[in-house]
Every structure is written in structure tokens, then in C-alpha cells.
């Protein structure tokens, strides 16, 4: 079993930043994709970012290109999503989520391909 915990949301006005944390437990970690997906009320739970298990690769959902930046500790078993110039339609519940084969070299957007999931964190964009 592999445990997720996401921390470090918050409510933000409009242009501000927040850094959100994703720190595992349980088994391997380091050798696994991770992404950060975002669900806002009455939507469906969408992809935002992915960062491959050395950490040389991600990839990031057009709406937040440019804003946003993941990054990774492997020593430390966490990712972290940087999130700047925030927006009040970033408004929703964050999640982090491994994706279920290890060292892959591709990013998949679907969470139907990703097997382990944290509770979410709630990011709040006030206008």
C-alpha cells in the first residue's frame, strides 16, 4: 500500500501563489510517476501536472502552463506544485495520485491509470 497525504491548500486571492505538498508512505514511491489532478465542485476530476520518477520530465494541462511547476524529492518522498498567478477558476480540490507502472516514460492524463490517490487538499481562488 502506498499512503498519499496533500497538504498546503488554502484560500488566495486572485494573483497569488500557493504551494501545495504530496508526501507518500508505504511502498515504493521513487520509481513511479506522480500527477496532480484538480476536481472543482459539479466537475469532473481533471489532469493538471505530472512529473516522471527521476524528475527530468513533466507535463503540464494547458490551462496552467506557465503558472504552475511541479517538482520532486525522491529522498524525501514528496512532490510539490508550485502555483502561482492563481486564477479563481484554480478553485477546487487537489489531489496527488501514482501512477500504477513504474518507470514509465510517458504521461497519461485518464485517472483511470493512476492506482493510488490521496484525500485532496481544497485550494480556494477569491476574485
Known amino acids: 500500500q502506498v499512503q498519499l497525504v496533500e497538504s498546503g491548500g488554502g484560500l488566495v486571492q486572485a494573483g497569488g501563489s500557493l504551494r501545495l505538498s504530496c508526501s507518500a508512505s508505504?511502498?515504493?514511491?521513487?520509481?513511479?510517476?506522480v500527477a496532480w489532478f484538480r476536481q472543482a465542485p459539479g466537475k469532473e476530476r481533471e489532469f493538471v501536472a505530472a512529473?516522471?520518477?527521476?524528475?527530468?520530465?513533466?507535463s503540464y494541462a494547458d490551462s496552467v502552463k506557465g503558472r504552475f511547476a511541479i517538482s520532486r524529492d525522491n529522498a524525501k518522498s514528496t512532490v510539490s506544485l508550485q502555483m502561482n498567478s492563481l486564477k479563481s477558476e484554480d478553485t477546487a480540490d487537489y489531489y496527488c495520485?501514482?501512477?500504477?507502472?513504474?518507470?514509465?516514460?510517458?504521461?497519461?492524463?485518464?485517472?483511470?491509470?493512476?492506482?493510488?490517490w490521496g484525500r485532496g487538499t481544497q485550494v480556494t481562488v477569491s476574485s
Open positions: 495520485a501514482r501512477y500504477r507502472v513504474s518507470f514509465s516514460r510517458s504521461f497519461f492524463t485518464s485517472t483511470r491509470q493512476y492506482d493510488y
Open positions: 508505504g511502498r515504493t514511491f521513487s520509481g513511479y510517476t
Open positions: 512529473i516522471n520518477w527521476s524528475g527530468d520530465s513533466t
